[in-house]
């Protein structure tokens, strides 16, 4: 009750823009394409579903534009911004154990750092499927990562030239791909402790971040 009624009466007060548009809508279908993602990631017979790859296409595509924004985008959008030393990390984590962390009117430290980790961990889960993916002929890969598993094996011994060319690239499609489960399962957790941090941040800064990333005002800093 006390929650509710503090967040309701920073929500009263006078409030100014933080996340443009770009951050706001990217950020939710950023959410939207990696659980469709993630859940479609059951392979059909043929490989993987067509929801699985062009969710994979649309994370990819976000993750790209987001990186972009954080060098031109408005000021609270950039990586100058909410990028800060593993020091502070830390102390702003231990100031927020102990209930009185400072505010900040873009991300945090630990916010910050959470954005780029995320960042990457999609970055990579989008980079690694690509490549499983053009090992099976298909998406823009396709072909590429043949002629490296080609060139790799190049200097195999004549005589088992032909066992390794059908051995070798299914052991290495599947470290591919193992890696590809491995960095979404990674990003999923990142997911769940980013939930915790904003319900954190809510309770203990006294406003909604949830509604903060919707309509992109915070109140302004004292």
């Given at each position: 009750m006390a929650i509710s009624h503090a967040v309701s009466r920073s929500a009263r007060t006078p409030q100014v823009l933080v996340w443009d548009p770009l951050v706001r809508w990217g950020h939710w279908l950023l959410v939207?394409?990696?659980?469709?993602?993630?859940?479609?990631?059951?392979?059909?017979?043929?490989?993987?579903?067509?929801?699985?790859?062009?969710?994979?296409?649309?994370?990819?595509?976000?993750?790209?534009?987001?990186?972009?924004?954080?060098?031109i985008g408005s000021s609270?959008?950039?990586?100058?911004?909410?990028?800060?030393?593993?020091?502070?990390?830390?102390?702003?984590l231990a100031d927020m154990l102990t209930g009185h962390p400072r505010r900040y009117l873009g991300h945090s430290p630990a916010g910050g750092a959470m954005a780029v980790a995320l960042l990457a961990c999609l970055a990579g889960t989008v980079a690694t499927g690509l490549i499983a993916y053009g090992e099976e002929g298909n998406g823009p890969l396709a072909g590429i990562a043949s002629v490296?598993?080609?060139?790799?094996?190049?200097?195999?011994?004549?005589?088992?030239?032909?066992?390794?060319?059908?051995?070798?690239?299914?052991?290495?499609?599947?470290?591919?791909?193992?890696?590809?489960?491995?960095?979404?399962?990674l990003t999923l957790t990142l997911v769940a402790f980013h939930i915790l941090g904003v319900i954190g941040s809510s309770i203990v800064h006294r406003e909604n971040l949830v509604a903060a990333m919707v309509h992109g005002r915070k109140r302004p800093e004292a």
């Open positions: 939207l394409a990696f659980a469709v993602a993630y859940l479609s990631a059951e392979e059909e017979a043929g490989g993987p579903g067509a929801w699985h790859v062009w969710s994979g296409y649309v994370v990819g595509c976000l993750v790209v534009v987001r990186v972009l924004w954080g060098f609270h959008a950039r990586f100058r911004d909410f990028v800060y030393g593993p020091g502070q990390v830390v102390r702003y490296v598993t080609t060139s790799a094996h190049a200097d195999e011994d004549a005589g088992s030239a032909s066992a390794s060319s059908q051995r070798e690239p299914k052991q290495e499609e599947g470290a591919i791909e193992e890696v590809h489960d491995v960095l979404a399962n």
